[in-house]
């Protein structure tokens, strides 16, 4: 007989069960034809063998794929990253999954165009297709995808006009066409998008005027216009409804003209614009200081004039460069810029000393300007988060402040091109992070830092044309420089020899870059809240510099990654050239000219196969040119003039297209008929014999004429007197 404790445990057990039984999902239970539509199509592709969907397991707990709890019907499939490396056929299986809301075939490498079967998927919320190699216009069928809610086909190669369908899409928060090739304009009423939030066109071939209408969007937050082809003045419709959500503007890099609009200042909640690149004028509206949200402002590369605001100097990043400002106020209160770039305007005066109250400076450009005076030493408050210090071109005086001892983020240091003086400031040494140091055309004068040889990532060192004086090399003090893929020291006075091993350890011009067409920049910006649909907004400013390149003083705007060059030129450096150049496999300039360098030609030079210009000119260089150097294949430019070369001149290629002047006053070279297209080419002394003769025969050509005159000259006069007299 059953006890009462028997009883009530019975039912405690009971009721645990049953609870548990109802909170307990159901099970998936895949359906057969979900789960053979979807082996069919990942079959379809190369890759899908070896992916790990497995036939005798539910298919609603394989890899990217989510299915209804109850129905069992695959409502989600998320491949993002995988390598399909195809196209989508229209007749693709995966069009069967009717009940499919989400699908995520981002950055798949698929091919082709988008099938017109995709119009199949009419549950669809979210549609996601970036970053892959799709072509053609988009199929009218998507047109009929009127749930969507997000669409990305960014990063593809989608081309014709705005789609028109799109029309039909009512309930798109989420627009993304970025990175295409589309080639129209906007339709003029875009105001039916009544729940779009972001809208993303950026680098395409949109032309026409500015699509006022879309901003009547309520709910828009989000709008990138940039790099695109629009064109005429920038202004809002002139209504009450205007979207109050806005916090993000790009209409970077178009034509846009005119003035900014004072109305820009109705979207209270704008925290990013960009506006650099276009052909905007006029002064900076006075009511964007309503905008209390602003953190980030760019303006650059416009014809903008004027005072600059001080109410700007409480933003976090403002960039004015390539403008025409002439003069800006000072903050009403303490500033907060972080990067500020005012580079390539008409400001002049005094350093500003606000800047010093910059405690979170990263980046700070005034080069191109008519800033004069010192470098105040109160910069040193602002060094602690500096990343980017750049003054070049200015009129700055007196000394370079040694105030560095915090600047352990410092990634470029360029003073160059003022009239700067003195000592070279050591506390750089602390500055681990340092890439880029350009001081030159000033007045430094100081001993060659050997010190900065220390610093493991120093890629670029500019010093030429300064006062910098000594040897190159001390035997007590390590080479270093194991980073150093540019150094100019040109026209400078420095002196001494260099050992055959000088070069060993520049273990950066050794090894080839993977680096290519990438350029030394600062980034001004910040990742948005929209980095989840794969944009950061930013711009760019690159470092430049001077050198002379094949012969020519040349303005590199913009410094490759990959570019390796040596200019020792314009010094007193004597001895041989060292034998450890021949270890700098990717060099591509080498300029030693007008120094004492002396002896041979290294032969090892010719191993040097990516050299492109070679200037040896104005050294006391003998014996002859290594033959081998008619072998490389890119050395365009070469220069042996004005030393003690003799024998053969190479018969390469390369040194048929040189210039005559490129071998002059080197009295034992010859076989330089072709080059200088002449049968014989005389020696300097012979030439100089000639040109005595000239001289010679023209001094003759003087007298005999002044011999002639002078009796013509009295016969003249004798006539003239006997016509006067007979006249009488």
Request: net charge negative.
């Amino acid at each position: 007989m059953m006890t009462r404790s028997h009883c009530y445990c019975f039912i405690t057990i009971f009721f645990t069960l049953l609870l548990h039984t109802l909170a307990s999902p159901p099970h998936h239970f895949c359906k057969e034809d979900q789960r053979d539509a979807l082996l069919e199509f990942i079959a379809e592709f190369p890759t899908g063998e070896s992916y790990t969907w497995n036939k005798s397991s539910d298919c609603c707990f394989w890899e990217g794929v989510t299915c209804n709890h109850r129905s069992g019907q695959v409502i989600s499939l998320d491949l993002s990253y995988t390598l399909l490396n195809s196209s989508l056929k229209t007749n693709n299986s995966l069009f069967r999954l009717r009940s499919l809301r989400h699908l995520n075939l981002m950055d798949c490498n698929l091919r082709g165009e988008i099938p017109s079967s995709l119009g199949n998927l009419s549950r669809l919320v979210e549609l996601d297709l970036w970053d892959n190699h799709l072509v053609g216009e988009v199929p009218v069928s998507v047109g009929n995808l009127n749930e969507l809610r997000v669409l990305s086909l960014g990063g593809n190669k989608l081309s014709g006009n705005f789609p028109i369908i799109f029309a039909n899409l009512t309930k798109l928060s989420f627009l993304g066409l970025n990175f295409n090739n589309f080639t129209s304009t906007l339709p003029v009423n875009m105001s039916e998008f009544i729940n779009l939030e972001y809208f993303n066109i950026n680098e395409n071939s949109f032309f026409g005027p500015f699509p006022k209408s879309l901003f009547l969007n309520p709910l828009l937050e989000s709008v990138d216009l940039g790099r695109n082809q629009f064109t005429g003045p920038f202004e809002f419709p002139n209504t009450s409804s205007l979207s109050s959500k806005l916090q993000f503007l790009n209409l970077a890099n178009n034509r846009f003209d005119g003035p900014i609009p004072e109305s820009i200042s109705k979207f209270l909640h704008l925290s990013q614009i960009y506006l650099n690149h276009n052909n905007f004028s006029g002064s900076i509206p006075r009511s964007i200081s309503k905008l209390a949200n602003l953190t980030d402002l760019h303006l650059s590369n416009n014809m903008l004039k004027g005072r600059v605001p001080g109410f700007l100097w409480r933003l976090l990043a403002v960039t004015l460069s390539h403008n025409y400002f002439s003069s800006f106020a000072n903050p009403s209160k303490d500033p907060l810029i972080q990067m500020l770039d005012l580079s390539s305007n008409s400001f002049q005066g005094p350093f500003p000393h606000w800047i010093c109250k910059l405690k979170k400076l990263s980046l700070l450009d005034l080069s191109n300007n008519l800033f004069n005076g010192s470098i105040p030493p109160c910069l040193r408050n602002s060094t602690v988060s500096l990343i980017d210090l750049i003054l070049r071109n200015n009129s700055f005086s007196g000394i370079i402040p040694d105030i560095f001892a915090d600047a352990t983020e410092l990634q470029s240091f360029d003073v160059s091109r003022n009239h700067l003086e003195g000592s070279f400031p050591k506390s750089l040494i602390i500055c681990k992070a340092l890439q880029i140091v350009n001081v030159e055309n000033n007045k430094i004068k100081d001993e060659f830092p050997f010190w900065l040889g220390s610093l493991p990532s120093l890629n670029v060192l500019i010093l030429r044309s300064n006062e910098f004086y000594g040897p190159l090399y001390h035997p007590h003090m390590s080479i270093g420089f194991q980073s150093l893929k540019v150094i100019d020291v040109s026209h400078n006075e420095f002196t001494g020899t260099l050992p055959s091993h000088y070069f060993s350890n520049w273990r950066e011009m050794t090894t080839s870059s993977e680096e290519i067409d990438q350029y030394y920049f600062a980034s001004i910006g910040y990742t948005t809240p929209w980095n989840t649909y794969h944009t950061i907004y930013y711009e760019s400013v690159y470092h430049s510099m001077e050198m002379v390149n094949k012969g020519v003083e040349m303005n590199f705007e913009r410094i490759l990654k990959d570019f390796r060059a040596i200019n020792f030129s314009g010094n007193r450096i004597s001895g041989e050239i060292p034998e450890s150049i021949s270890c700098l496999k990717e060099l591509r300039l080498l300029n030693l000219s007008n120094n004492k360098f002396r002896n041979d030609i290294p032969r090892c030079i010719s191993n040097l196969k990516n050299l492109e210009t070679l200037d040896l000119s104005s050294n006391n260089l003998s014996g002859q040119i290594p033959q081998d150097l008619g072998n490389l294949s890119f050395l365009s430019y070469m220069n042996f003039s004005h030393n003690l070369l003799q024998g053969p001149v190479p018969r390469g290629t390369q040194f048929q297209r040189q210039k005559c002047s490129s071998f002059l006053d080197n009295p034992g070279l010859f076989g330089l008929e072709e080059i200088c297209q002449q049968t014989h080419v005389p020696n300097p002394t012979s030439h100089q014999s000639e040109e005595l003769s000239e001289a010679e025969e023209q001094v003759l050509n003087w007298i005999a004429a002044a011999i002639a005159y002078g009796p013509g000259l009295l016969c003249g006069l004798v006539m003239g007197h006997i016509f006067t007299s007979h006249n009488q």
